[in-house]
């Protein structure tokens, strides 16, 4: 990549030079420029108001090497704050417009899409990455991210983190004005499970209301959401980024308006509302992003002193932020050393779930349906996935994983969170 017009000019300022605020190990020099566009990769999870931001943030700070995925393809609605797309874009995927958007406006720079799941990439997909940044606006799918950063670190045997294994991942938010930024390095900053009490729960309607006064549009949709689904599709799990299941609910829930004379059901409010989606706002996007792609900056390079380890912005009256250190809860069962588990390496998958649920150590007493994966491979799942991970449960346990040390993640409506449990292999 040349340098255009002295392109890189104030990078290499940052970079080439020594300073009182440098990060510990930096060495200044004119290479760095060169580490960034040809050996870094970085995933950018995410291509939507965040998303955009910062794919177009990275590309003008050096990175030359940027992966996005996202699942959603472009809507009308999302023409007002997500400038890499186009009324002709509507309708296609996020990842690959805003990918070839980015190319077309930042020369030399390689961003690869995936139009996908971020579940239907394995756990080899998310190793090849040095750095991961988050532009989500679910907590499901942060928390799946943090589980699968989180499985790539290892211990010692006197429980400290290999920092080798430690796979480091930024995080932006924004709700209406407010936006957040934070560093997670699995092992030694909390991860998303440390700090769950951060996201401020959803809000909820009494059932009561729902099911006999309903007095808003929200009450309709989240009635047939809540209520409706379950009865008429039976065992189906809801999905609400199935468009089939969301045009279900919102054709129901607008016969439901029309029988109590409420005005104002929309597809775009029955998605808001059953996602939990707040209003976003570009401005709040661009401070958060560009504090996010700083960071990456900082951790790749060492040209300065990282964050430590959570930003907040708040710009709802004026310009405020604030920078607060939040501990790691070093039992959290995500990014914890694991509860170690003895199990024989020919013991079938069935067997190592029952170990689990008999032993009082492991919560055994509060699993009812649990669910095991590890890293980003589903080894037994409860709801849809059951069926097709069922043959799993006659395998033995070391035909799944990688190996003695290896961590199963347990997911269970008995846990307050994921277990993480570290197997040992013992002989029979």
Known sequence: MEDLDGRWRDLNRLLARPGNIVGPGFEPQDEWIEFLQHQVRVLCVGAGGLGCELLK??????F?????????????SNLNRQFLFRMKDVGKSKAKVAAERVMERVQGVTVTPHFCRIEEKDRDFYEEFHLILLGLDSLEARRYMN?????????????????????????????????HARVILPGITPCFDCTLWLFPPQTKFPLCTLAETPRSPA?????VHLIQWPQEKGGEE?????????????????????????????????????????PAIASTNAVVAAACTLEALKLVTLCSTGMNNYMMYVGTDGIYTHTAQYERDTQCLVCGAGVPM??????????????????????????RRPSISSGSSNLYMHGPLEESTRPNLRKTISSLVDGDGSILQ????????????SLQFRQS
């Open 410 to 421: 347990v997911n269970d409506p008995g846990l307050a969170g994921p277990m993480r449990v």
């Open 219 to 223: 009450h309709c949709i989240e009635y």
């Open 342 to 367: 003895q199990v024989s390496p020919t013991a079938t998958l069935q067997e190592v779930i029952d170990t689990l649920k008999e032993s009082p150590a492991l919560g055994g007493r509060h699993l």
């Open 64 to 76: 030359g090497n940027i992966d996005v995925i996202d699942l959603d393809t472009i809507d009308v």
């Open 238 to 278: 809801f999905d609400s980024d199935d468009d089939t299941h969301m045009q279900w609910v919102y054709q129901q829930a607008l016969k439901r308006a029309q029988q109590y004379g409420i005005q104002g059901v929309t597809l775009q409010l029955t998605q808001g509302v059953v996602k939990n989606i707040i």
């Open 147 to 179: 589980q699968i950063a989180c499985s790539f670190l290892e211990f010692d045997e006197d429980g400290k983190p290999d920092l080798s294994t430690i796979k480091p991942m930024i995080d932006g938010g924004t709700e209406g004005l407010k936006g």
């Open 57 to 62: 943030d990275l590309a003008l700070s050096g």
